[in-house]
């Protein structure tokens, strides 16, 4: 690690001020240019000891930029994880209200809830999807604390993966009733088809990105609890949103999830 224990705790303070009164930052890296990613991952889990400490419920785990298209985008080879908030979590066909967000976009997800705990190293598919109780589709709101959402992947994984607000629901599916690889997305904003795609855009199969989380944990000392619900990262590219606009989406045999931006 490169930087001391009072910077970590200096950053986590201001992304999280950032995030809970939506205002915009530079990227941390441009005034720490020598972290690591032990220290972004630092000041994502002090951020996430303060919402702890606060009261705040974690109410699942995230897997981001797993999509190959926004890796190639990114220049990156590896996902990052982060974790969503009690908060965040915005009922099927609720409203988000904007004045709360900076700049949020919408990413559809096939989202995953354990019955078993799974720890890695060596977590494979299929581990993963022995392990998994049941899948169903969720819509992801990312909104990063970064200005026009300029960031290098060590900032991002600090400001706890762009991670906001989540919508989940639908039909809820056994993991081996579905092929998720050939799972169709339709995403859809006032009524318009603006995205779509399958599951195997994500890493090949979803659940990868499930076992790509439970290695990082497992290389922390962690593991995924049994009961978790963990996001598995946008099947597309992540589509912005402004007031006013309804979102909606489609899963092949899953149902639909939506949300309204006021
Ligand atoms: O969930 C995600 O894929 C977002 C990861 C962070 C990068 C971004 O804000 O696009
Ligand atoms: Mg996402």
Same mark, same amino acid.
């Given at each position: 690690?490169?930087?001391?224990?009072?910077?970590? =705790?200096?950053?986590?303070? *201001?992304?999280?001020?950032?995030?809970?009164?939506?205002?915009?930052?530079? &990227?941390?890296?441009?005034? *720490?240019?020598?972290? $690591?990613?032990? =220290?972004?991952?630092?000041?994502?889990?002090?951020?996430?000891?303060?919402?702890?400490?606060? #009261?705040?419920?974690?109410?699942?785990? &995230?897997?981001?930029?797993?999509?190959?298209?926004? %890796?190639?985008? %990114?220049?990156?080879?590896?996902?990052?994880?982060?974790?969503?908030?009690?908060?965040?979590?915005?009922?099927?066909?609720?409203?988000?209200? %904007?004045?709360?967000?900076? *700049?949020? &976009? +919408?990413?559809?997800?096939?989202?995953?809830?354990?019955?078993?705990?799974?720890?890695?190293?060596?977590?494979?598919?299929?581990?993963?999807?022995?392990?998994?109780?049941?899948?169903?589709?969720?819509?992801?709101?990312? =909104? /990063?604390?970064?200005?026009?959402?300029?960031?290098?992947? &060590? /900032?991002?994984?600090?400001?706890?993966?762009?991670?906001?607000?989540?919508?989940?629901?639908?039909?809820?599916?056994?993991? $081996?009733?579905?092929? %998720?690889?050939?799972?169709?997305?339709?995403?859809?904003?006032?009524?318009?088809?603006?995205?779509?795609?399958? #599951?195997?855009? +994500?890493?090949?199969?979803?659940?990868?990105?499930?076992?790509?989380?439970?290695? *990082?944990?497992?290389?922390?000392?962690?593991?995924?609890?049994?009961?978790?619900?963990?996001?598995?990262?946008?099947?597309?590219?992540?589509?912005?949103?402004?007031? #006013?606009?309804?979102?909606?989406?489609?899963?092949?045999?899953?149902? /639909?999830?939506?949300?309204?931006?006021?």
């Amino acid at each position: 690690m490169k930087l001391d224990k009072t910077t970590i =705790d200096k950053l986590a303070e *201001h992304l999280e001020y950032c995030e809970l009164n939506a205002r915009d930052t530079l &990227k941390i890296t441009d005034d *720490h240019p020598d972290m $690591d990613w032990d =220290d972004a991952y630092a000041i994502q889990d002090e951020i996430r000891r303060r919402k702890i400490a606060r #009261g705040t419920r974690i109410a699942g785990l &995230k897997a981001g930029l797993t999509s190959f298209a926004k %890796m190639k985008q %990114m220049g990156v080879e590896t996902p990052v994880f982060g974790f969503v908030t009690d908060y965040g979590a915005i009922p099927d066909g609720g409203e988000i209200k %904007m004045k709360e967000l900076i *700049h949020p &976009k +919408v990413e559809p997800e096939i989202v995953f809830v354990m019955k078993r705990a799974l720890k890695g190293p060596g977590c494979h598919i299929g581990a993963v999807l022995a392990a998994t109780d049941f899948i169903m589709p969720g819509i992801e709101v990312i =909104d /990063s604390r970064y200005r026009d959402f300029k960031f290098d992947l &060590k /900032s991002v994984i600090a400001d706890n993966t762009s991670s906001s607000r989540f919508v989940v629901g639908g039909r809820i599916k056994v993991a $081996d009733a579905v092929d %998720m690889r050939t799972l169709g997305v339709v995403l859809e904003k006032n009524g318009e088809v603006v995205a779509l795609g399958a #599951g195997a855009a +994500v890493l090949g199969h979803p659940a990868t990105a499930i076992a790509l989380l439970a290695n *990082h944990l497992g290389a922390r000392g962690e593991e995924i609890p049994a009961g978790a619900m963990i996001l598995s990262g946008g099947i597309t590219e992540a589509v912005a949103v402004k007031s #006013g606009d309804n979102i909606t989406l489609r899963v092949q045999d899953l149902g /639909s999830v939506s949300c309204r931006f006021v």
